[in-house]
């Protein structure tokens, strides 16, 4: 065995000491020693700066860029922006009640009321109004109380509703707002609540802007796969963008509350606050664990309130079992859309028994105890039936319930869009029947702005089409809060 030629031994390894000795000596003398400690100190600094620049930078999730529509993309699109009118012919309505009037029935279990679905009973008083009475010749002049247009984004005729302030007061001006709706909506849900945020009041007015969804009523479907909430977002950012608005306000529900968080989460810049009225956050690890486990006996020390209990416990009972009884809509929608839909798309009494029975169990869970389901405590049968008839004359059930399986092929909760939050100035309206409750402490792990929080009187999921006036009002004054903050 040689040893190697680089290690020292003998004289030359104690020359080698004494050199390394006296450099040091030199070294440590105290101008050097003062030099030595402001550079750590420099470094150190930079270092923390550096971290907190960091910590506190908002991030984003990539735009990206679609297209969606048949065939190859073309070179250009027509941007142009077109007026839109919702027509009805009376070829369509015949058509209508010959399929009502071929309708097969199914007799309900006895005292079953709406905890198997629609009860069969009651859905036959409502078809029967809806044949004999609903007049929908009317209801197409009610959507068109409002203008109506259409524009191509990424090969898609993207629809929306415009709507500006009748006036406005001197040194005032309307602060645009989208208003995105979900499954099973449309963009009727807001026709009883646009009138309250276009007119002025303390000096506060909207613009409102309310897209449908692609694949929803009248705007296009896609025609390939894998739209999902953030490819909505971004076409919904251009629609913004095409409008010539540089800053908005946003709000949504349901799908809604996804690709308007999408947006958010993309440009920042141009979204001065988001208002949602459902934001489940269910991604807490141990804190989440460790607040359902100390929130029920002591409350305040998870930041939990006493309504918080209320809402939250039984947690299985109210978050898991609940969900288990209302989620089987979801499951077939997230795995075999087209099968379930081929009976929805031809029969419009069973379109309307899958759509309405929706706004029953999720207006109240309490509803299923009742023969009627609790429909008409909230609604009419008029806005009812528009509803189920903007998806029966665009024949856009299937394509809506594709929306469920484009969000659902991977994990949701692995996406970008679950790993990263929403720092825009966030407001948050806690309806109590909504179908899930989400405490503020759990909240703010998604959303990291939150500026108004609010624990909402009555209504459910559907906010805006229950109760537009308490919506408006949480809308306004998250909106004032944001403006001052600014």
């Not at 029935?105 to 609903?134: A, C």
């Not at 009883?192 to 409102?208: A, M, N, R, Y």
């Not at 805006?464 to 600014?486: G, H, N, S, Y």
Request: with cysteine; charged share 20%.
């Amino acid at each position: 065995f040689e040893r190697p030629h680089f290690l020292f031994t003998g004289p030359t390894a104690m020359h080698t000491l004494e050199a390394v000795h006296q450099a040091l000596a030199n070294y440590m003398e105290p101008p050097r020693m003062q030099l030595l400690a402001v550079s750590t100190a420099a470094g150190l600094g930079g270092l923390l700066v550096f971290y907190l620049v960091h910590r506190r930078r908002v991030k984003t999730i990539p735009v990206g860029d679609g297209w969606w529509g048949a065939g190859a993309r073309p070179l250009s699109e027509d941007e142009r922006i077109h007026t839109f009118v919702v027509e009805t012919s009376e070829r369509e309505i015949e058509d209508l009640y010959k399929r009502i009037d071929q309708t097969r029935y199914s007799q309900p279990l006895e005292d079953s009321r709406f905890h198997y679905g629609f009860n069969s009973t009651y859905l036959r008083k409502v078809v029967s109004y809806w044949r004999n009475q609903f007049d929908w010749k009317k209801q197409v002049k009610v959507l068109n109380r409002y203008q109506h247009f259409k524009t191509k984004i990424e090969g898609l005729d993207v629809h929306f509703v415009h709507v500006r302030p009748s006036r406005l007061p001197e040194e005032c001006s309307a602060r645009p707002l989208m208003l995105i709706h979900g499954w099973p909506g449309s963009f009727y849900e807001f026709y009883k609540i646009l009138p309250l945020l276009t007119q002025p009041q303390d000096g506060l007015v909207f613009e409102v802007i309310c897209p449908s969804i692609p694949g929803y009523g009248f705007s296009e479907a896609p025609h390939k796969q894998g739209f999902n909430s953030m490819d909505a977002a971004r076409i919904f950012l251009k629609l913004m963008e095409r409008l010539g608005f540089t800053e908005f306000y946003l709000q949504g529900g349901d799908w809604g509350s996804l690709i308007t968080t999408n947006m958010a989460q993309m440009k920042p810049q141009l979204v001065k606050g988001l208002h949602l009225n459902m934001f489940p956050v269910t991604k807490g690890g141990m804190g989440m664990l460790v607040s359902l486990l100390v929130g029920p006996y002591l409350p305040f020390l998870v930041g939990f309130t006493r309504e918080d209990v209320r809402r939250l416990f039984p947690y299985f009972e109210k978050n898991v079992y609940e969900m288990l009884r209302e989620s089987g809509y979801l499951h077939i929608q997230a795995t075999k859309p087209d099968t379930a839909g081929c009976g929805l798309n031809d029969s419009p009494v069973g379109l309307a028994a899958y759509l309405v029975e929706k706004f029953s169990t999720w207006t109240d869970f309490e509803n299923r105890d009742l023969a009627d389901g609790g429909l008409e405590r909230k609604f009419s049968l008029d806005d009812l039936l528009t509803n189920v008839m903007i998806y029966w004359t665009t024949a856009s059930i299937v394509s809506s319930m594709r929306f469920y399986k484009e969000n659902m092929k991977e994990n949701i909760q692995k996406r970008i869009d679950a790993r990263v939050g929403v720092y825009v100035p966030t407001g948050l309206a806690a309806f109590p029947h909504e179908m899930l409750h989400c405490p503020l402490p759990w909240a703010r792990w998604k959303y990291k702005n939150i500026v108004s929080y609010n624990y909402m009187a009555r209504g459910g999921h559907f906010a805006a089409f229950e109760e537009p006036q308490l919506l408006a009002d949480d809308i306004r004054q998250f909106t004032k809060k944001v403006e001052k903050l600014q």
